[in-house]
């Protein structure tokens, strides 16, 4: 640990880069060293935290590349071909995550409003768990077509 530079975390980053990790990731490596080397400076193992003068790589917004009606048609069509094709249709109409979609109950199901409530998610840490959203505004109803709801 005594022995690393800014220049050597720098080189770490780029290499992240040849070799197409994504900013996020970087990112979350850097927080990663940066909060081990200040426990390591808190604990008097090195002078001091080369990596305070390293700037984290940017995280660069990627523009979604959302299907058009066309495409969302013949998505609908394919899906409802398989046995968990009312999953796939009930994710296209609400824009819910995978992990939201697999949380859901059948008492989330509100049949007469067409609606479900979405309260929880299934998280993949090391195993499987149902948490709670990140936030209030993941605790959400969300309206939904006849179609999804006959599917």
């Not at 197409?20 to 002078?47: F, G, M, W």
Request: glycine letters at 6%; a positive charge.
């Amino acid at each position: 640990m005594c022995k690393l530079t800014a220049r050597d975390v720098d080189t770490g980053y780029a290499k992240m880069t040849a070799d197409a990790c994504s900013a996020d990731r970087q990112r979350k490596a850097a927080t990663t060293v940066r909060t081990a080397l200040n426990a390591a400076v808190e604990a008097d193992l090195i002078p001091n935290n080369p990596v305070k003068r390293v700037k984290k790589p940017k995280v660069v917004h990627r523009e979604m590349d959302c299907w058009d009606v066309e495409q969302a048609q013949r998505f609908l069509e394919g899906a409802s071909a398989y046995r968990i094709g009312a999953y796939f249709i009930l994710g296209l109409d609400s824009g819910m995550r995978p992990g939201v979609l697999l949380a859901l109950t059948w008492f989330d199901l509100d049949w007469e409003a067409r609606t479900v409530f979405v309260q929880r998610a299934l998280e993949e840490r090391g195993g499987y768990r149902i948490k709670k959203p990140k936030s209030k505004a993941g605790v959400r109803t969300v309206r939904l077509m006849a179609r999804t709801m006959d599917a």
